[in-house]
């Protein structure tokens, strides 16, 4: 397996790459990896955990919003793995502040890295896809098909990578090449960690999810795992969510207790 994985350094990113390594060693298949992320340094522990998997890594850096960067990953790619069989579009991130408040740039700066860096990616690996029958994967998120206020451009952003992804599946399925996304609930990562480390937070939270528990980077990753396997190889244009039943719970915290 040859395989791109972006926002590798941490969270979602590295769980996805230490499970498709793990995969590939079951399988007696060599793994090798481009991990990517937006400095070199911040790859260090990715790539020991890769490496003490049997995986052969190669890095590659830089500001996922820009096209030279998607070039510079792919490019990465053809030279050091001679190929690809699996794009993970992993990398995101997000703005705090509402639609009234947001500034244009910063709207377009979420846009950029949520949305078209996974567009400039498949775009640029797309011939080595193609070559390879292979996949894409894409990490959306639980606030693409339900808004998040106050993250303003956080739901939109992730939505639109929804559909991209479903219009990559309609296009490139005549190529062989399938595209889905894995759509995680309240997940703990890096980033989330102070915010559950908030006295009473965790626990409110996971009293919402019907699985009384927020996830692990690991469950996002199993998502990630199946999608990318021969077990799905007939499935393309979904978004798989992985939320503990969160979605559809939603709608029940607005139920009574007495139908009149």
Same mark, same amino acid.
Request: include cysteine; glycine fraction near 8%; aromatic fraction near 6%.
């Given at each position: 397996?040859?395989?791109?994985?972006?926002?590798?350094?941490?969270?979602?990113?590295?769980?996805?790459?230490?499970?498709?390594?793990?995969?590939?060693?079951? +399988?007696?298949?060599?793994?090798?990896?481009?991990?990517?992320?937006?400095?070199?340094? +911040? $790859?260090?522990?990715?790539?020991?955990?890769?490496?003490?998997?049997?995986?052969?890594?190669?890095?590659?850096?830089? &500001?996922?919003?820009? *096209?030279?960067?998607?070039?510079?990953? %792919?490019?990465? #790619?053809? *030279? /050091?793995? =001679?190929?690809?069989?699996?794009?993970?579009?992993?990398?995101?991130?997000?703005?705090?502040?509402?639609?009234?408040?947001?500034? !244009?740039?910063?709207?377009?700066?979420?846009?950029?890295?949520? !949305?078209?860096?996974?567009?400039?990616?498949? /775009?640029?690996?797309?011939?080595?896809?193609?070559?390879?029958?292979?996949?894409?994967?894409? !990490?959306?998120?639980? #606030?693409?098909?339900? @808004?998040?206020? @106050?993250?303003?451009?956080?739901?939109?952003? /992730?939505?639109?990578?929804?559909?991209?992804?479903?219009?990559?599946?309609?296009?490139?399925?005549? &190529? =062989?090449?399938?595209?889905?996304? %894995?759509?995680?609930?309240?997940?703990?990562?890096?980033?989330?960690?102070?915010?559950?480390?908030?006295?009473?937070? *965790?626990?409110? +939270?996971? #009293?919402?999810? @019907?699985?009384? +528990?927020? #996830?692990?980077?690991?469950?996002?990753? /199993?998502?990630?795992?199946?999608?990318?396997?021969?077990?799905?190889?007939?499935?393309?244009?979904?978004?798989?969510?992985?939320?503990?039943? $969160?979605?559809?719970?939603?709608? @029940?915290?607005?139920? !009574?207790?007495?139908?009149?």
């Amino acid at each position: 397996m040859r395989a791109i994985i972006t926002g590798a350094a941490s969270g979602i990113g590295q769980a996805a790459a230490f499970r498709l390594a793990e995969d590939a060693a079951k +399988r007696g298949t060599p793994a090798r990896f481009v991990i990517a992320d937006l400095t070199e340094d +911040r $790859l260090d522990r990715t790539d020991a955990g890769l490496r003490a998997r049997g995986a052969e890594t190669h890095r590659a850096w830089g &500001d996922i919003s820009l *096209e030279d960067t998607a070039l510079h990953i %792919v490019a990465t #790619a053809r *030279e /050091k793995i =001679g190929g690809l069989d699996l794009l993970v579009s992993n990398a995101g991130d997000f703005s705090s502040a509402p639609l009234a408040e947001l500034s !244009t740039s910063e709207f377009d700066r979420v846009f950029a890295i949520n !949305t078209r860096a996974a567009w400039l990616l498949a /775009k640029a690996a797309y011939p080595m896809l193609r070559d390879s029958r292979g996949c894409v994967i894409a !990490t959306s998120s639980l #606030a693409g098909v339900n @808004p998040q206020p @106050p993250f303003g451009s956080y739901s939109p952003s /992730k939505a639109a990578l929804i559909m991209l992804i479903r219009q990559l599946a309609q296009e490139w399925g005549p &190529d =062989g090449i399938r595209c889905n996304c %894995v759509c995680p609930g309240a997940t703990r990562t890096g980033r989330t960690e102070g915010f559950y480390q908030q006295q009473g937070v *965790e626990r409110e +939270r996971a #009293a919402r999810i @019907p699985m009384q +528990r927020i #996830a692990e980077s690991t469950d996002i990753a /199993k998502g990630i795992s199946f999608l990318a396997s021969p077990d799905a190889d007939y499935i393309s244009g979904i978004n798989l969510v992985v939320d503990g039943a $969160l979605e559809g719970a939603l709608m @029940p915290l607005f139920a !009574t207790s007495k139908v009149d």
